[in-house]
């Protein structure tokens, strides 16, 4: 760099716009195989800037974080949004939970972002109790779950985005009352644009009325690398995004799940998403996993896919009565089949592969030749090439 002059850098930077295409990052892969998503260079400093002041960073905190670097989150809410607010950022190569805690205190973190699991497995570790973690006041997943939900003074759960936008679309302050961080999805940041559309007929729906969730704005990606253009955005330039949801009176985005992952039985649709939170606090369950298993005359059954956390036995019969007391007779599943962690496969960054545990379960339904509802599954698969 000695040997470069001051001018030829100069006339580098001024060659390099905001409109100019800056990454590819590729989607999660966590339903289908995963897409490069095109931005231009303005999307990830836009971002990094916006989600620094709404996290609250200041040059004060320091910032632990298990995100990886080519996931739009972690470009945008740890490494970016640390940069911007001139705060410390705290990193290490692999993920262990004791390793973890000890660096936490170590190096007196205040801010951390972990996976669920990774924040219950540091919580359930032994040092958890021993160490000083007082210090620790912006966590996006708590690794305390004893703290009362009315005393969650910081959270980003108030917030809907996706690859294709560079994460947020919409979100609130970290620090927004806790009531409307828990049942909005924030309201749609400078610049973007939402639209609700009837998912078949495309047209333009109203306040309160559910359909799928349409945006567009200045973080909005380029587009699929080697995709035309015209398979991904509609004629006015929005994408649709394939997630259900509503605009309320006061301009709150509603994320109620993904269309495409809707569950047809029948003549109902359900969605996955609800019986994932009725499970929730389950005890010894690790994550559960809804999907539709198809049905000749049902069109789909609803099969839950239930992980046990290593070393524990859970049992259908349990869960049925505890699901029981939550959900619609028509939303149970009227199968649970029992699988362990190892089971499970990941993508590059750390979220559960859902279609290789569904093919895991259509197998086990066609080779344990399950009934459900009057059809035998190890028939039944073979028949239709399943």
């Not at 999660?28 to 990830?44: C, F, I, N, Y």
């Amino acid at each position: 760099a000695e040997q470069v002059p001051e001018t030829i850098l100069d006339a580098m930077i001024a060659e390099v716009y905001p409109a100019d295409d800056g990454l590819i990052i590729y989607t999660s892969g966590t339903t289908s195989k995963p897409k490069g998503v095109l931005h231009m260079q303005r999307a990830a400093v836009i971002q990094s800037w916006l989600i620094a002041d709404e996290m609250r960073f200041t040059p004060a905190d320091r910032v632990w974080t298990t995100y990886p670097f080519f996931w739009s989150a972690g470009l945008c809410m740890a490494l970016g949004a640390t940069i911007a607010a001139g705060a410390t950022l705290i990193l290490q190569e692999t993920f262990e939970p004791g390793a973890a805690l000890q660096c936490l205190a170590d190096e007196r973190a205040n801010a951390t972002q972990a996976w669920p699991h990774q924040a219950k497995a540091m919580a359930e570790h032994p040092l958890f109790g021993e160490l000083d973690l007082s210090h620790i006041d912006k966590e996006v997943y708590r690794l305390n779950p004893d703290i009362a939900p009315q005393d969650d003074e910081w959270g980003t759960q108030g917030s809907f985005g996706m690859t294709e936008t560079f994460t947020f679309v919409a979100n609130l302050p970290a620090d927004a009352p806790v009531e409307l961080r828990n049942s909005t999805s924030g309201k749609p940041r400078a610049g973007m644009q939402v639209r609700i559309l009837n998912p078949e007929s495309g047209t333009i729906l109203g306040v309160g009325e559910e359909g799928e969730i349409a945006v567009k704005g200045p973080t909005l990606m380029r587009g699929y690398y080697k995709v035309e253009p015209e398979k991904t955005f509609d004629n006015d330039g929005f994408y649709h995004s394939q997630d259900g949801g509503h605009l309320d009176a006061d301009g709150y985005v509603h994320w109620n799940g993904r269309i495409s992952n809707l569950i047809k039985t029948g003549g109902a649709n359900v969605s996955p998403l609800e019986i994932e939170e009725s499970l929730l606090g389950y005890p010894n369950m690790r994550t559960g996993i809804p999907f539709g298993a198809p049905h000749p005359s049902l069109g789909e059954v609803i099969v839950l896919c239930a992980v046990a956390m290593d070393n524990c036995e859970l049992k259908e019969e349990e869960i049925s009565a505890f699901l029981k007391q939550k959900l619609a007779a028509y939303k149970l599943p009227k199968k649970i089949l029992m699988f362990s962690e190892a089971d499970l496969e990941f993508t590059g960054n750390q979220k559960i592969q859902t279609g290789k545990v569904v093919e895991k379960a259509l197998a086990r339904l066609r080779d344990e030749a399950v009934e459900i509802e009057g059809v035998n599954y190890g028939d039944y698969l073979i028949d239709s090439g399943s």
